[in-house]
């Protein structure tokens, strides 16, 4: 019966390793510059955490196989130096794998998130709140408008509460639905919410970063390939969090232009 | 005879009530200066929506026609109103199609039934903004039966979809059913009414309010107009 058991576990183990050695369920194509750092990084962790459940659930396996059957009275046989060696040695090992994860991964982290945006950056500005993204564009003038809390009317399309009225760099903003951004041009996405904790989260641009409530954040990326990406919200926001999204449009810069153009005569 | 004469007079009450109370306010909404666009509103992240329209949707904040003409404004009798107090037995729909509600602005008398009916694919959840009425918030899944409710007190009510911010209208709870809203050419009428002393009132969500006094005599049609400032911003 135990000798079924260590195969049977063997098994399970091989079977559910197969579908990610094959890349069955692989990430969507990368489309940002700072993406393959972090694909890599993904790839050497499953290597990792791979190998080490392999190892572990053969090694249970082979132990059942063994000692299977024994019959009262059979001498237990222990680990060599006892309980306590065998924990320093699980801790040493385990925490060797991790702090080296943790140093190697670093690399690729603090390169999007520690390094400053370039100076020609396209600065964008998203407002998440339940249950939509919005963007806006600093116009021609190349200067936001403030934001006053107070004046946010979204029936009125004013989502980040712009004083068109007295505030001059406010009016020709650009607002869209839709993050418009050129291809191969660096973008500095400045985060803010209106309300409770949102996401950000386009798969193919490796990018997933929180938005929080009373602060700025920024984010930056260049995008390298033009298309339409989905952008949902990975923190759960309330009740219509399920269909809080918005599409990256991925454009030429000459489309861009089009699109921005368009989007502000209107 | 003299009996046949009241008896004559009676029946007329009774028949043509049309025409002793035939007195009609009609006019039309304008405005001056220069009003906002309207702003195109972006569905994309709805596409059950939006590929109901087949041109873009833009706000309904503030509607114009030709000729200066303002469209949304809620014309009704603020003092004088023959029917205060009677409620209309029929209730009165609120429609959510395409994420967005039709009509933009829907009046009702107090105490008269609102039903909210969602004729998307997609949830809704209609949250009405009331200050002096009760406030609620309900969600309502595509398929589920209309949503039934009430208000007790006049207001005008800011109405908000809790899961499409772009959704937005309002709700006009008057004292009287002698009310309408004006046309996108300004029109607007208000017929059958007694003799009698009238304010009328005329409310846009974004400019305001503006009142007139109008005294109706008999069988006649009084033309009242206003006019709003509008705003560019």
Known sequence: ?266 | MRTKQMLAALLMLLICPGLMFAGTVSGKVTYTGTPAKPKPIDMSKEPSCAKEHATPVTTETVVTGANNALGNVVVYISTGAPDEGQVPPQAVTFEQKGCQYIPHVLTMHTGQELKVVNNDQTSHNIHPLAKTNREWNKSQPPGTPPISEKYDKEEFIPVKCNVHPWMHGYFAVLKTSHVDVSKDDGGFKLPNLPPGKYTITAWHESYGTKTADVTITGNETKDVNFSFTAKPY
């Open chain 1, 1 to 266: 019966m135990g000798k079924i058991f260590a195969v049977t576990l063997a098994l399970i183990a091989i079977l559910s390793a197969v579908p990610i050695v094959m890349n069955y369920w692989g990430p969507p194509e990368d489309i940002s510059t700072h993406g393959h750092a972090i694909d890599e990084q993904m790839k050497d962790t499953m290597y990792e955490a791979g190998f080490s459940f392999l190892a572990a659930q053969f090694i249970l396996g082979l132990f059942i196989w063994q000692y299977t059957g024994r019959k009262t009275g059979d001498k237990l046989k222990t680990f060599p130096g006892g309980a306590k060696g065998l924990v320093i040695a699980a801790l040493v090992l385990v925490g060797t794998e991790i702090l080296a994860l943790g140093v190697i991964g670093q690399k690729a982290w603090a390169s999007v998130y520690f390094a400053a945006p370039d100076k020609d950056a396209m600065t964008i500005q998203s407002q998440a709140g339940q249950f939509a993204f919005y963007f806006r564009y600093a116009g021609p003038d190349g200067k936001f408008g403030g934001m006053h809390p107070d004046k946010i009317d979204e029936g009125n399309q004013n989502f980040f509460g712009l004083d068109p009225e007295n505030d001059v760099d406010a009016r020709d903003d650009v607002i869209s639905g839709e993050l418009g951004v050129p291809v191969n041009r660096q973008v500095n996405l400045l985060l803010h919410s209106k309300d409770v904790g949102h996401s950000f989260y386009v798969r193919e641009l490796r990018i997933q970063q929180d938005y929080v409530p009373g602060l700025d954040l920024a984010v930056h990326f260049t995008a390298t390939k033009p298309g339409r990406y989905e952008i949902v919200c990975t923190q759960l926001c309330g009740l219509g969090h399920y269909n809080m999204k918005a599409y990256l449009n991925v454009m030429s810069q000459e489309d861009f232009d089009k699109w921005l153009k368009e989007k502000s005569g209107q």
